[in-house]
């Protein structure tokens, strides 16, 4: 059972900076992508970044220059640094785990971290 528990949110000021954690519990296939998504209220989930097992990232054009994403395979951990966060930044961030096992998906999800950004 792969299991998925968001860290790291929190409120800030705009402009400042937080540093999301994702720790995954259960088995990660060798092949497999870490991806953050968020949703505001009232709106889709949306893609945020990913980061594939071979290293290889996608950032949506909102978070490119803003925001970075990483893993650590050893301690199975994925990590979404944040930084100049903007009022609009403001959502629920949460992680996925999708492993591949012959070319076949199979997606988890955490629960969620929030994120708020207001003066």
């Known amino acids: 059972q792969v299991q998925l528990v968001e860290s790291g949110g929190g409120l800030v000021q705009p402009g400042g900076s937080l540093r999301l954690s994702c720790t995954v519990s259960g088995h990660r296939f060798a092949v497999h992508d870490m991806s953050w998504y968020r949703q505001a209220p009232g709106t889709q989930r949306e893609l945020v970044a990913s980061?594939?097992?071979?290293?290889?990232?996608n950032y949506a054009t909102f978070a490119k220059g803003r925001f970075i994403i990483s893993e650590d395979d050893g301690q199975g951990m994925g990590f979404l640094q944040m930084h100049n966060l903007q009022p609009e930044d403001t959502a629920v961030y949460y992680c996925k785990l999708t492993n591949y096992w012959r070319e076949v998906p199979y997606a988890y999800w955490g629960q969620g971290t929030r994120v708020t950004v207001s003066s």
């Open positions: 980061i594939s097992s071979a290293g290889a990232t």
